[in-house]
């Protein structure tokens, strides 16, 4: 189900804790989301729909897939860029890079 965007900075930086079987929805739901709002937007949080839990949804082309509990243990080439958030107003500066290693 399409979710409403959490726009509450608060909310949004609060830690969240590892997702589990129990969390299927979840994904179905932050997938559902991500789907609705392709033309703006290339990943998100499930934090971006109102859950702390380690899931992140992402856009590589015609393919959309769900992350559980990921972690970055390789990243290089860190560019410099802008970037806007479907959580936060207008966009903002960040350090991304070119290439990173995600085991999930």
Excluded: W
Excluded at 17 to 44: F, K, Y
Excluded at 85 to 94: A, I
């Amino acid at each position: 189900m399409v979710k409403k965007i959490m726009r509450n900075p608060l909310f949004l930086a609060q830690k969240s804790t590892d997702a589990t079987e129990a969390d299927q929805q979840v994904i179905t739901d932050l997938l559902d989301t991500l789907r609705a709002n392709l033309d703006h937007c290339v990943g998100m949080a499930a934090n971006m729909i109102g859950v702390k839990k380690n899931i992140i949804v992402v856009a590589a082309g015609p393919f959309q897939f769900a992350m559980v509990n990921p972690v970055i243990t390789k990243k290089t080439g860190a560019f410099q860029t802008e970037e806007g958030c479907l959580s936060l107003e207008g966009v903002r500066p960040c350090t991304r890079y070119k290439e990173i290693e995600v085991d999930y």
